[in-house]
């Protein structure tokens, strides 16, 4: 399921307000329960397979962790997203 409406803005704002304290940059990865997909901060749309209510847990982590763990596609972070079905 594609996050729409104020699914796609919780997603959006949480990344932004990351990316403006310097937590991460602008194309952070974002992995959703393992899986990573690629957002860029000035696209317009969000196409995540998650949507704000499946959410169990959200972290950050920095760029040089990122790196270590997901290679060059981790330099600008990443937003680690697990959802209640994978929280138990």
Same mark, same amino acid.
Do not use: W
């Given at each position: 399921?594609?996050? &729409?409406? #104020?699914?796609? $803005?919780?997603? +959006?704002?949480?990344?932004?307000a &990351? $990316? =403006?304290?310097? @937590?991460?940059? %602008?194309r952070?990865? *974002? *992995? +959703?329960?393992?899986?990573?997909?690629?957002?860029? *901060? =000035?696209?317009? @749309?969000?196409?995540?397979?998650? *949507?704000?209510? @499946?959410?169990?847990?959200? @972290?950050?982590?920095?760029?040089? $962790?990122?790196? &270590?763990?997901?290679?060059?596609?981790? &330099?600008?972070? #990443? $937003?680690?997203?697990?959802?209640?079905? %994978?929280?138990?």
């Amino acid at each position: 399921m594609e996050g &729409k409406g #104020a699914d796609k $803005v919780v997603l +959006i704002e949480y990344i932004g307000a &990351k $990316v =403006e304290q310097g @937590e991460l940059g %602008f194309r952070p990865l *974002v *992995v +959703i329960d393992g899986t990573p997909y690629r957002h860029d *901060v =000035e696209m317009k @749309e969000v196409r995540l397979p998650v *949507v704000a209510n @499946e959410i169990g847990k959200i @972290e950050t982590i920095g760029s040089d $962790v990122a790196t &270590k763990v997901y290679g060059e596609a981790g &330099k600008d972070g #990443a $937003v680690l997203i697990t959802t209640k079905e %994978f929280c138990n």
